[in-house]
Nanobody, 121 residues
Framework: QLQLVESGGGLVQPGGSLRLSCAASGSAFNRYAIAWFRQAPGKERERVSCTTYSGTYTAYADSVKGRFTMSRDNAKNTVSLQMNSLKPEDTAIYYC??????????????WGQGTQVTVSS
């Protein structure tokens, strides 16, 4: 059992940066693979990034590769998503998700409430 809470969303101009955070509680955080997803109006949900339960491996969607960086701190039970060079097409609700498996997945069992990211001038 795991609870996830996202924070850090907001309004930013194109080219700007935001840092999202996901705080976990309720279970052994280091047993879960973690991912960031996003969903924009009229679009399918997209997995932005994921990391293994140890943080050894991290993967990114092609749409954000080179601009976003995911990291986890198992000692603090937190995951972050540093977003740089933001584009209007990055506008979406961003979700933190977890799965009690060692590796990245396309299917996750636990979800946060989401945080809105809007990139606009």
């Amino acid at each position: 059992q795991l609870q996830l809470v996202e924070s850090g969303g907001g309004l930013v101009q194109p080219g700007g940066s935001l840092r999202l955070s996901c705080a976990a509680s309720g279970s052994a955080f280091n047993r879960y693979a973690i991912a960031w997803f996003r969903q924009a109006p009229g679009k399918e949900r997209e997995r932005v990034s994921c990391t293994t339960y140890s943080g050894t491996y991290t993967a990114y969607a092609d749409s954000v590769k080179g601009r976003f960086t995911m990291s986890r701190d198992n000692a603090k039970n937190t995951v972050s998503l540093q977003m740089n060079s933001l584009k209007p097409e990055d506008t979406a609700i961003y979700y933190c998700a977890a799965l009690k498996r060692p590796s990245c997945s396309d299917d996750y069992s636990y979800w946060g409430q989401g945080t809105q990211v809007t990139v606009s001038s």
